[in-house]
């Protein structure tokens, strides 16, 4: 499951995202109950070496990276969504903060076992995103349309003209690049 990055640091090389929102179908088709996601957050918080948890990219191999908050949103909060699990993570690899703020790295996937439970559920899968994105280095945002397949993957879209220029999105939550900068959004 990946979510994006929608707080960062980049003075101090730290990025805070959703790992888990739950009651939502992920990109596996999965989806977890709240009082889940709180037990796989807890848990985690018990492993001896968090500074071995994070790479890139699932490769296995860590990237110096290390978690510098966790913890679960209970009540609304103007960034994350209520019920989620939340990470910061310090990024202390050069080579790693440059993808992190070219939008190469632009989210978290986090990677563990789990027993599946057969249920049935109702879910109602957005076509359709309208958003702002993150504002740029020179703090301007633009509105964002992007539409979605039924797995609620991004599959196109763009954003408005800001400033004389506009942004395509391909894929994933991040713009393609225009005047020499990339944004990224949220979707909801």
Do not use: C
Not at 113 to 119: D, L, S
């Amino acid at each position: 499951m990946r979510f994006t990055v929608k707080k960062a640091d980049k003075e101090e090389q730290r990025v805070w995202g959703e790992v888990y929102i739950p009651n939502r179908i992920d990109t596996h088709g999965h989806m977890m109950l709240a009082e889940d996601v709180r037990k796989l957050a807890y848990s985690f918080m018990q492993r001896t070496s968090l500074m071995r948890t994070v790479d890139t990219q699932h490769d296995n191999w860590p990237n110096g990276s290390y978690p510098i908050e966790s913890f679960i949103v209970d009540s609304p909060h103007p960034i994350f969504e209520e019920g989620s699990w939340v990470v910061g993570i310090q990024v202390t690899d050069s080579r790693v903060w440059q993808q992190v703020k070219s939008g190469e790295l632009a989210g978290y996937s986090f990677e563990g076992t789990a027993v599946e439970q057969e249920a049935e559920v109702e879910a109602a899968v957005l076509r359709h995103q309208f958003g702002f994105t993150e504002p740029a280095d020179d703090g301007h945002v633009h509105k964002f349309f992007a539409a979605l397949d039924t797995d609620g993957r991004v599959i196109g879209g763009s954003t408005d003209t800001v400033d004389g220029h506009k942004h395509l999105i391909r894929k994933g939550t991040a713009t393609n690049e225009t005047n020499d900068h990339k944004h990224r959004f949220a979707l909801h």
